[in-house]
């Protein structure tokens, strides 16, 4: 959903629970949310795509962010859902899965309510972030999809 207001555009945003970590994506991208089912692990596939899954006859590789961003793991509930993310890349459809542990909410925001992601200290590259927001005193850091999902590996595995 996008709405114009006249402090600016405003998106829909979906947030999630990767560890203790609270994450998003623009609902734009993030098209559906499903239980996590049986994965096939690809042979040669980097440790970060942990296998693909069967969504209505299509092939889908499933991306665990935690480990393709280095974050070390701190225990909370293993991951039960997928995200599954649409890109448009290089003029076609990437269709992605990434793992969450809980799926929180949907949320707008403005264009100016989004803050910029932090100058030091991320454990991750900056790039992959679209920014961050505080939701209800937590930090979500909001994903740019296309930057942390579009990578040759994922195209890779899609055409596999």
């Known amino acids: 959903m996008v709405e114009t207001t006249p402090s600016g555009t405003r998106h829909c945003y979906v947030s999630f629970l990767l560890g203790e970590e609270t994450y998003a994506l623009d609902v734009r991208e993030a098209r559906e949310i499903v239980d996590l089912p049986a994965l096939r692990r690809l042979p040669n596939a980097p440790p970060w795509i942990v296998g693909v899954m069967d969504l209505r006859g299509a092939v889908v590789p499933v991306v665990d962010l935690e480990k393709k961003l280095g974050i070390p793991r701190t225990g909370g509930a293993a991951a ?7 890109l448009q ?6 269709v992605v899965g990434v793992l969450a542990d809980a799926v929180l909410d949907v949320f707008e925001l403005a264009a100016d309510e989004l ?7 991320a454990r ?5 972030l679209r920014g961050t927001t505080d939701r209800d005193g937590q930090l979500v850091l909001v994903l740019e999809a ?3 999902l579009a990578d040759r590996d ?5 055409a596999a």
Do not use: K
């Open 80 to 86: 039960g859902y997928v995200v599954v993310v649409v």
């Open 89 to 94: 890349v290089r003029g076609q459809e990437l």
């Open 115 to 121: 803050g910029r992601p932090p100058a030091f200290g």
């Open 124 to 128: 991750f590259s900056r790039s992959y």
């Open 146 to 148: 296309t930057r942390v």
């Open 154 to 158: 994922v195209r890779r595995a899609t």
